[in-house]
């Protein structure tokens, strides 16, 4: 079964900088769109940052010109590296990637992290 891992979260001071890094391992088929997500308390998940697997990314408008979303396709890898954080970034920010089925793209499965907390402080 495929499934995907985050990493690197932690408490930043505002202005500061964090880099995440979501990798995905199983029985991987192939995988396209990855993605980063984030949540706070009483609050809908929403998106941060995606790339597919051509290259083409697409970001909040919350985070255009901080975050950078890039991935290693060869390992199946995405990062974020966020950049002059503010308290309001402070969230649980999970991976996300399609998986295709085994017989063709057409099928995908959604895959989530179990999420990593990230926490900045004024």
């Known amino acids: 079964q495929a499934q995907v891992q985050e990493s690197g979260g932690g408490l930043v001071q505002a202005g500061g900088s964090l880099r995440l890094s979501c990798a995905a391992s199983?029985?991987?088929?192939?995988?396209?769109?990855m993605g980063w997500y984030r949540q706070t308390p009483g609050k809908q998940r929403e998106l941060v940052a995606t790339?597919?697997?051509?290259?083409?990314?697409n970001y909040a408008d919350s985070v255009k010109g901080r975050f950078t979303i890039s991935r290693d396709n060869a390992k199946n890898t995405v990062f974020l590296q966020m950049e002059s954080l503010k308290p309001e970034d402070t969230a649980v920010y999970y991976c996300?990637?399609?998986?295709?089925?085994?017989?063709?793209?057409?099928?995908?499965?959604?895959?989530w992290g179990q999420g990593t907390q990230v926490t900045v402080s004024s």
């Open positions: 996300h990637a399609e998986d295709c089925d085994i017989r063709g793209c057409l099928i995908k499965y959604h895959l």
């Open positions: 790339i597919t697997s051509g290259g083409s990314t």
């Open positions: 199983g029985s991987i088929v192939s995988i396209r769109d």
